[in-house]
């Protein structure tokens, strides 16, 4: 029943910026864990960022310093703030909330994913 919508993606010069944002339509603050992945054209999905329900950060060597991820349990949104953007960020960016069941098993919620292009 969890639902998730990116928005923010488009086309940015090389060092430019641009903010994502998901919006959760259940309660973000069940989650224990958001995150922002991503897939460029021929690679693997990857982890670009996350951020737990107690505000413990990780982000991907190749984004740090560049990118800072958010979570605003009250409005129940995720962001990823992106500056500093390179070709090698081209990809499409997906959304992603885990919660772990009373087993252990991670429980994903995935967005349908937003399109970020860099180049001049």
């Known amino acids: 029943q969890v639902r998730l919508v990116e928005s923010g993606g488009g086309l940015v010069q090389p060092g430019g910026s641009l903010r994502l944002s998901c919006v959760v339509s259940g309660s973000l603050a069940s989650f224990a864990v958001a995150g922002w992945y991503r897939r460029a054209p021929g690679k693997q999905r990857e982890l670009v960022a996350s951020i737990t329900s107690g505000g413990t950060y990780n982000y991907a060597d190749s984004v740090s310093g560049r990118f800072t991820i958010s979570r605003d349990d009250a409005k129940n949104t995720v962001d990823l703030r992106m500056n500093s953007l390179k070709p090698e960020d081209t990809a499409v960016y997906f959304c992603?909330?885990?919660?772990?069941?009373?087993?252990?098993?991670?429980?994903?919620?995935w967005g349908q994913g937003t399109q970020v292009t860099v180049s001049s």
């Open positions: 992603n909330l885990r919660r772990f069941s009373k087993l252990y098993s991670p429980d994903d919620s």
